[in-house]
T-cell receptor, first 111, second 112 residues
């Protein structure tokens, strides 16, 4: 399968714990995006990479969130000291130009 | 504030009918538009893209774009129960990041 891959698919964590998600984009895609989606809402932009450079980070993203894309390939999104409000679907998408393709998402539940 | 707006629905159509989904956008500079289908609990799946005024057909799907009216629509012909999903309209930000600006989605139910 050469699509966007995200791991894990589901994560349940206790409040206050740190979590890390991984995204493997389509191999030739230089753009990578992280979005967050809650029930009944459209995806909410979190951050954007072009190759290995993080070019934009949403102001909605607190300093508990950090993302990396070493070597311009896979990306990780870490949430420190998780809160119940962080419960959501975390979506990764990649693109070469404008058409973005999404991975399966990681559903985070903070209890 | 650049916006994409959709009627949240739910839109209910009988099997075999045409489903019509609509989207308006505020940024006159937007050049491309996308329709994503999202099943409950799943991630968005790109089903149509359109860049020019007029119609674009792909199987049972037709996207229509009217840049003067800042309006884009998706028609689904011969609707099937498997088309029941939320349909999200999106347009990339005009800046270099090309991040997608999303509507809230329209929920479609196709009744057998």
């Amino acid at each position: 399968d050469t699509g966007v891959s995200q791991n894990p698919r589901h994560k349940i964590t206790k409040r206050g714990q740190n979590v890390t998600f991984r995204c493997d984009p389509i191999s030739e895609h230089n753009r990578l995006y992280w979005y967050r989606q809650t029930l009944g809402q459209g995806p909410e932009f979190l951050t954007y990479f072009q190759n290995e450079a993080q070019l934009e980070k949403s102001r909605l993203l607190s300093d508990r969130f950090s993302a990396e894309r070493p070597k311009g390939s896979f990306s990780t999104l870490e949430i420190q000291r998780t809160e119940q409000g962080d419960s959501a679907m975390y979506l990764c998408a990649s693109s070469l130009e404008v058409q973005a393709f999404f991975g399966q998402g990681t559903r985070l539940t903070v209890v | 504030q650049k916006e994409v707006e959709q009627n949240s629905g739910p839109l209910s159509v009988p099997e075999g009918a045409i489903a019509s989904l609509n989207c308006t956008y505020s940024d006159r500079g937007s050049q491309s538009f996308f329709w994503y289908r999202q099943y409950s609990g799943k991630s968005p799946e790109l089903i149509m893209s359109i860049y020019s005024n007029g119609d674009k057909e792909d199987g049972r799907f037709t996207a229509q774009l009217n840049k003067a009216s800042q309006y884009v629509s998706l028609l689904i012909r011969d609707s099937q129960p498997s088309d029941s999903a939320t349909y999200l309209c999106a347009a990339p930000n005009a800046g270099n990041n090309r991040k997608l600006i999303w509507g809230l989605g329209t929920s479609l139910a196709v009744n057998p």
